[in-house]
Each structure stands twice: as C-alpha cells, then as structure tokens.
Antibody, heavy 119, light 107 residues
Framework: EVYLLESGGGLVQPGGSLRLLCAASGFTFNNYVMNWVRQAPGKGLEWVSSIAEYDGRTFYADSVKGRFTISRDNPKSTLYLQLNSLRGQDTAVYYC????????????WGQGTKVTVSS | EIVLTQSPATLSLSPGERATLSCRASQNIDFYLAWYQQKVGQAPRLLIYDAFNRATDIPARFSGSGSGTDFTLTISSLEPEDFAVYYCQQRRSWPLTFGQGTRLEIK
C-alpha cells in the first residue's frame, strides 16, 4: 500500500523547536521530490518546503526561510522538517506530500500532524 | 509570487447540477495548474493536474480546462460526496502557491 505517515507534532511554546517526521511506504522514495504543506486552523493550504529527490536541493517559503529545515533519509524512506524559532502563526496541520514525477502536482498526501504554538 | 484567485468563494448547488469553479493566475502559468478536493477532517486529494489531466481513480464527471491565466474545474453532475472545498495550485514558479479555495455546499 502506498502511503505517507507523519508524526512529531504537538504543543510547543513560542520560540521553541519541533521535528516532524514523515515515513513513506509503498513506493521508491528516492525517485520523488518530497514536500511539506501546512494548513492553519480554518484557513487554506500553504506550501512550506520542498526537497529534490537526488541532489537534495531545498526550497522554502519566505515565511519559514531561516527557521525551518527540510531533509530526507532516502535509505530510510523518511522525510523530516525541523521547526525552530516557532511563532503563533506557525500553528497548523502539517502535511507531508509527494510530487508526481517531473516536479509535478502533489499526488500523494499524508493525514497530517498538528503543531500548536502557544504559551 | 504568483497569486491565484478562486471564484466564487462559496457555491451553493444541488445534487445533479453542474458546478463550474474558476481559478485566475496573476501571471501566465502555461498549463501548470492542479486542482485538489478537501473534505472536512481529511487531507486534500489531487483531482486534476496540468490543467486538464484527471488523476488516478478520479471520476470522469470532473474535468479541467484553461491555460495561461484562466482555468476552470467543472463537475458535470454533482454527487453528494462532491460537496467539499476545492483548491487550485500552480507549479510554474517558486514559491508554489494555492488559491484561497471555493467551498461547494449543498443548496
């Protein structure tokens, strides 16, 4: 079965850190660009970050650049997102997503992990 | 940054009716547009990619059209399970961006 399973979300104080994980299964992980997309409560979707399949090039939204770090472990089929210097506006459900071949659309989504930044 | 503007914000229709959702880009994105469906409490699901290609297992009642700056998602005859929020998304350039969504509700 093909799926993505996120973990690592939780409640953290402003200025704190968190590490999200996404375990991939059922497909050849290192053949795909992987991403994080988030959704604040009651709001729309926001792309956060992407990492290339082979050379590990990374891309970030301006809202998280310098605070978040995306990485991947291809042998373990796992995607990570390190969240530092967290702010209230980072509160959201974070989805791990796969891009279709050739840097295409987000064709596979995890169920999401919730991050709440609050004192 | 490419801004995607979806209209209408909310669309109220009855099962069996035809739904037409619009997405307009602030600049040319060729055909690099996708549509997603999100039901309450669920992750989004890819419906259409590259403007008019249906994703795997998506029913034929969903169709996409357009290129450049104006795009349309059409649902030919609404089924009860189609009432949800729909987002468009462009992959023409970084940062990747989404529209604000259209809520399709039962009339």
């Amino acid at each position: 079965e093909v799926y993505l399973l996120e973990s690592g979300g939780g409640l953290v104080q402003p200025g704190g850190s968190l590490r999200l994980l996404c375990a991939a299964s059922g497909f050849t992980f290192n053949n795909y660009v992987m991403n994080w997309v988030r959704q604040a409560p009651g709001k729309g979707l926001e792309w956060v970050s992407s990492i290339a399949e082979y050379d590990g090039r990374t891309f970030y939204a301006d809202s998280v650049k310098g605070r978040f770090t995306i990485s991947r472990d291809n042998p373990k089929s796992t995607l990570y997102l390190q969240l530092n210097s967290l702010r209230g506006q980072d509160t959201a459900v974070y989805y791990c997503t796969r891009r279709a071949s050739g840097w295409g659309a987000f064709d596979l989504w995890g169920q999401g992990t919730k991050v709440t930044v609050s004192s | 940054e490419i801004v995607l503007t979806q209209s209408p914000a909310t669309l109220s229709l009855s099962p069996g009716e035809r739904a037409t959702l619009s997405c307009r880009a602030s600049q040319n994105i060729d055909f690099y547009l996708a549509w997603y469906q999100q039901k309450v409490g669920q992750a989004p699901r890819l419906l259409i990619y590259d403007a008019f290609n249906r994703a795997t297992d998506i029913p034929a009642r969903f169709s996409g059209s357009g290129s450049g700056t104006d795009f349309t998602l059409t649902i030919s005859s609404l089924e009860p399970e189609d009432f949800a929020v729909y987002y468009c998304q462009q992959r023409r350039s970084w940062p990747l961006t989404f529209g604000q969504g259209t809520r399709l509700e039962i009339k």
